[in-house]
Nanobody, 124 residues
Framework: QVQLVESGGGLVQTGGSLRLSCAAS????????MGWFRQAPGKEREFVAG????????KYADSVTGRFTISRDNAKNTVYLQMNSLKPEDTAVYYC?????????????????WGQGTQVTVSS
């Protein structure tokens, strides 16, 4: 079993930056692909970024490409999401999830475990 805890959310102005962290418990972290998703009020959970277990491959939603960067530190059992040039439309609760698939999945369905989420609010 894997437990995930997100942190780093907050209120920021348009154009600002935040760095989200997702700390994982369990010795299987190194074998898991990780993804960041977000969910705004009244909307479905959507894919933001994903990274393979070894960090060699990443994938991003078109809406965040060039602004967000996903990374991981397997020694610390932590995955990060660096968010730059934030826009009001980035406002959402951000979740990290773990997945055992061989490739990065953009649908939330295959992800086995989720954190509780961290709120990101971008003011205009």
């Amino acid at each position: 079993q894997v437990q995930l805890v997100e942190s780093g959310g907050g209120l920021v102005q348009t154009g600002g930056s935040l760095r989200l962290s997702c700390a994982a418990s369990g010795r299987t972290f190194i074998s898991l692909n990780m993804g960041w998703f977000r969910q705004a009020p009244g909307k479905e959970r959507e894919f933001v970024a994903g990274i393979t277990w070894n960090g060699r491959s990443t994938k991003y939603a078109d809406s965040v490409t060039g602004r967000f960067t996903i990374s991981r530190d397997n020694a610390k059992n932590t995955v990060y999401l660096q968010m730059n040039s934030l826009k009001p439309e980035d406002t959402a609760v951000y979740y990290c999830g773990s997945d055992r698939a061989g490739t990065i999945m953009v649908s939330p369905s295959p992800y086995d475990y989720w954190g509780q989420g961290t709120q990101v609010t971008v003011s205009s």
